[in-house]
């Protein structure tokens, strides 16, 4: 490539809301079942059927705005959107135009929410990525393309499907990621909606465009569909960038259209020229009255719950947890909720965090289980770590215990300690430990003497040995330190 250009890339995030029934009609919202089991007149677009507003969609849609910072038209209303598909047999969707629930707002990219190759390099740490607004519609039935045919499910039309329209303000495949992720974490952590891509619980399209430094314009908008994940948005992203550059270089025109991602090829191919939004001739829904929400809006406003990045903020100022780790706690609202519980009336709080980070989450992870599943109550896993904090316990025998505990939830901790013998050595016994290994390893104790902290944990290790793990590491740690350099 002959010289630099600059990809704008937008997304169109659609996420199902996390409502009992559907978006017009009484019909019950839910995954997996029988193939169009879940459908009524208003579902399948029959004549004379009339739409019915689903109120808590509505108040899902203003909690998202409040926890993204939008604002909200006094008067919103409903519109057509008029197009032909056959999972949409009424030939409109029912949607929302000029007047939207949320206006503007953003989303923060948090630092975890990059890919893990790319977290030690973010170009732009604590970005926001502007929003253009956030409107409500009804989702489509699903179609399902086989080799010589097609087939429709209806269970999912009707849906309330919540579509988040960024600025075209993202400036790589790595932000394309963090955004996704981080929206994603808003949204479970406000219950708005569980989020699952595996699901179509959350879909996205992506718009996007290059152009060359000198050129204040944005280039020709290509939207991209058929992203199944993350990962694939990424990949996706990454081979447009480059497609849309080789044309620029080679004088190929770029014309505003509308690209297919096939996964497995690597490669986007062409579906249409992109319609604008006159070519959808949308017009208010006339069984549909316009909604004040006022009232609404400061009614849910108590709802909207403390954000990830404002958890962290608290877990390093309460807690005195590094940032990162606080990040880390924060991911999930679970094990935010788990730790807050463990931490809650300990003494050292830090040393809570780091036996979950280190410990609970690396044998969860061996188990192929997630937080929520975790056998260890909380309260027990605080007692543990207090009895290794006050010497009752080394951290080996701690992990012991806590390996019998996982198994046996319902044990007490200090039990499982007694009955495997794991009580505090004598005090006169330690120091005598600690005087054998100074006398046996007189070479290693000059070095310690001098400095060198490898030596003192050898020295350490050497009285753990002849105590035969019954000593608390650091006792005998702070008895070396006081003979060999107080």
Same mark, same amino acid.
């Given at each position: 490539?002959?010289?630099?250009?600059?990809?704008?890339?937008?997304?169109?995030?659609?996420?199902?809301?996390?409502?009992?029934?559907?978006?017009?009609?009484?019909?019950?919202?839910?995954?997996?079942?029988?193939?169009?089991?879940?459908?009524?007149?208003?579902?399948?677009?029959?004549?004379?059927?009339?739409?019915?507003?689903?109120?808590?969609?509505?108040?899902?849609?203003?909690?998202?705005?409040?926890?993204?910072?939008?604002?909200?038209?006094?008067?919103?209303?409903?519109?057509?959107?008029?197009?032909?598909?056959?999972?949409?047999?009424?030939?409109?969707?029912?949607?929302?135009?000029?007047?939207?629930?949320?206006?503007?707002?953003?989303?923060?990219?948090?630092?975890?929410?990059?890919?893990?190759?790319?977290?030690?390099?973010?170009?732009?740490?604590?970005?926001?990525?502007?929003?253009?607004?956030?409107?409500?519609?009804?989702?489509?039935?699903?179609?399902?393309?086989?080799?010589?045919?097609?087939?429709?499910?209806?269970?999912?039309?009707?849906?309330?499907?919540?579509?988040?329209?960024?600025?075209?303000?993202?400036?790589?495949?790595?932000?394309?990621?963090?955004?996704?992720?981080?929206?994603?974490?808003?949204?479970?952590?406000?219950?708005?909606?569980?989020?699952?891509?595996?699901?179509?619980?959350?879909?996205?399209?992506?718009?996007?465009?290059?152009?060359?430094?000198?050129?204040?314009?944005?280039?020709?908008?290509?939207?991209?569909?058929?992203?199944?994940?993350?990962?694939?948005?990424?990949?996706?992203?990454?081979?447009?960038?480059?497609?849309?550059?080789?044309?620029?270089?080679?004088?190929?025109?770029?014309?505003?259209?509308?690209?297919?991602?096939?996964?497995?090829?690597?490669?986007?191919?062409?579906?249409?020229?992109?319609?604008?939004?006159?070519?959808?001739?949308?017009?208010?829904?006339?069984?549909?009255?316009?909604?004040?929400?006022?009232?609404?809006?400061?009614?849910?406003?108590?709802?909207?719950?403390?954000?990830?990045?404002?958890?962290?903020?608290?877990?390093?100022?309460?807690?005195?947890?590094?940032?990162?780790?606080?990040?880390?706690?924060?991911?999930?609202?679970?094990?935010?909720?788990?730790?807050?519980?463990?931490?809650?009336?300990?003494?050292?709080?830090?040393?809570?965090?780091?036996?979950?980070?280190?410990?609970?989450? #690396? &044998?969860?992870?061996?188990?192929?289980?997630? !937080? +929520?599943?975790? =056998?260890?109550?909380? /309260?027990?896993? $605080?007692?543990?770590?207090?009895?290794?904090?006050?010497?009752?316990?080394?951290?080996?025998?701690?992990?012991?215990?806590?390996?019998?505990?996982?198994?046996?939830?319902?044990?007490?901790?200090?039990?499982?300690?007694?009955?495997?013998?794991?009580?505090?050595?004598?005090?006169? #016994? &330690?120091?005598?430990?600690?005087?054998?290994? !100074? +006398?046996?390893? =007189?070479?290693?104790? /000059?070095?310690? $003497?001098?400095?060198?902290?490898?030596?003192?944990?050898?020295?350490?290790?050497?009285?753990?040995?002849?105590?035969?793990?019954?000593?608390?590491?650091?006792?005998?740690?702070?008895?070396?330190?006081?003979?060999?350099?107080?």
């Amino acid at each position: 490539m002959s010289k630099t250009y600059i990809p704008s890339i937008g997304l169109e995030v659609h996420v199902q809301l996390k409502t009992q029934s559907k978006m017009f009609c009484a019909c019950p919202v839910a995954f997996g079942e029988e193939t169009n089991s879940l459908a009524c007149p208003v579902c399948l677009g029959l004549p004379g059927a009339l739409p019915v507003l689903n109120e808590g969609a509505i108040r899902l849609t203003l909690r998202t705005g409040l926890m993204l910072g939008c604002s909200t038209p006094p008067v919103v209303k409903w519109d057509r959107k008029n197009y032909f598909y056959p999972d949409m047999p009424k030939d409109y969707q029912i949607s929302q135009f000029d007047l939207p629930l949320c206006l503007d707002g953003g989303v923060p990219l948090y630092d975890l929410a990059y890919p893990k190759d790319a977290q030690k390099t973010i170009a732009r740490p604590g970005k926001v990525v502007p929003l253009t607004r956030i409107h409500l519609e009804e989702d489509v039935a699903k179609s399902t393309h086989h080799a010589t045919f097609s087939t429709i499910d209806f269970n999912r039309a009707g849906t309330p499907l919540m579509e988040i329209v960024s600025e075209p303000e993202i400036d790589s495949a790595e932000e394309a990621v963090a955004y996704l992720n981080s929206l994603r974490q808003i949204l479970v952590y406000g219950g708005v909606s569980d989020a699952d891509m595996e699901k179509g619980q959350m879909r996205c399209d992506v718009n996007i465009s290059v152009r060359p430094p000198e050129q204040k314009q944005l280039g020709a908008k290509i939207e991209l569909k058929n992203l199944n994940s993350v990962s694939a948005v990424r990949r996706a992203i990454r081979y447009e960038i480059e497609r849309q550059i080789d044309c620029l270089e080679t004088g190929e025109p770029l014309i505003q259209s509308t690209r297919r991602w096939d996964d497995d090829a690597g490669i986007t191919t062409q579906m249409r020229t992109k319609e604008d939004a006159h070519d959808y001739r949308y017009f208010p829904d006339p069984d549909l009255m316009p909604v004040l929400t006022g009232t609404m809006l400061e009614e849910v406003r108590p709802w909207v719950p403390e954000l990830p990045h404002e958890k962290v903020e608290r877990f390093v100022r309460d807690y005195g947890v590094t940032p990162y780790d606080a990040s880390v706690l924060s991911s999930e609202q679970v094990l935010a909720d788990y730790f807050e519980k463990a931490a809650a009336g300990a003494t050292t709080p830090k040393k809570i965090a780091n036996w979950i980070l280190n410990n609970l989450l #690396a &044998v969860l992870n061996e188990q192929q289980l997630g !937080i +929520a599943d975790c =056998p260890v109550a909380p /309260e027990k896993l $605080r007692a543990l770590v207090e009895l290794q904090e006050s010497g009752q316990i080394s951290n080996l025998q701690a992990r012991e215990v806590f390996a019998d505990l996982f198994v046996s939830p319902d044990q007490d901790p200090a039990r499982i300690a007694q009955a495997k013998g794991f009580e505090p050595a004598d005090t006169g #016994a &330690v120091e005598a430990f600690v005087d054998q290994a !100074i +006398a046996q390893n =007189p070479a290693q104790v /000059e070095e310690a $003497r001098g400095g060198n902290d490898k030596m003192l944990n050898f020295l350490t290790g050497q009285v753990m040995k002849l105590s035969k793990g019954k000593a608390n590491p650091k006792t005998v740690s702070e008895l070396l330190h006081a003979r060999l350099r107080g």
